[in-house]
DNA sequence: CCTTTGCGCAACTGCGTGGTTGCACTATAC
DNA sequence: GTATAGTGCAACCACGCAGTTGCGCAAAGG
């Protein structure tokens, strides 16, 4: 999972995580693990872990105050997670489209040319 | 985990998952289980597995043509993904937006979204 | 008929991880 | 000073999961 996508993918899969990300989201100046746990069924180690987790993947980060280390969220960092799906669906979608027309075109031989070198729409 | 919207990111938080939606997403008219085992380092068996959790969160879905089980994509199951992300970020930058006005206009040449996490905005 | 090919089921292993407990350390409060 | 949170580190357990191997079975194709 060196790979970032799946760090963000993966981080974002625990409820408790998300539920966190929401929790930091809604205080502006971030707030602490014991804070956090407060509000939360699980041990404060349990929420360390987890604000761990969204640290490496860049989905929050820390700041220290005196003895205290306050956590931010960093929503943004998980754009391109939103990215890739995004990506697929409308690429998905733009050929479900080409392929509706053509059914209702129903004149395979003028078909259109294919997107790109080297992929040709060989219908089958 | 039966929420959905984890099933969904676990799902793509695994590498060989996303390549083999990918590889699905290239064929309109699907691809077996062992056709894609064909191009992918792992036995058939841990391609049906991936397929099955893909089939079970419902980015793709079987379709029987005799004995043999052809899997297609559908990527757009992973929309409300994307969505929670994209809300979640796009709400940030609002409450940044505000912030920034607030401390005095004096600021950073873009806050403009779409960029990646690469480049955090100046957060002070 | 028999052979081949592809699918499905089950068991087993290794590893990552969510969660806990316990303890040591340090900065604040009294 | 002492007491009191708050944080960090480490060990440990349970569970899930990616991946494998092995076998059985059904559908095509001779």
């Not at 069924?41 to 987790?53: E, S």
């Not at 220290?64 to 939103?82: I, T």
């Amino acid at each position: 999972m060196s790979d970032t996508l799946s760090g963000v993918f993966a981080a974002l899969a625990d409820p408790m995580r998300r539920r966190l990300l929401d929790d930091l989201d809604a205080r502006p100046d971030g707030a602490t693990a014991t804070e956090l746990a407060r509000a939360v069924p699980v041990t404060r180690q349990a929420v360390v872990k987890h604000l761990q987790v969204l640290v490496r993947t860049g989905l929050a980060e820390t700041r220290r105050h005196g003895r205290e280390v306050r956590y931010l969220a960093r929503p943004a960092s998980a754009r391109p997670a939103a990215s890739w799906i995004e990506e697929r669906a409308s690429a998905w979608e733009r050929r479900l489209d080409r392929l509706t027309t053509l059914v209702g075109a129903r004149a395979p031989d003028e078909v259109a040319p294919g997107r790109g070198p080297g992929s040709p729409p060989p219908v089958r």
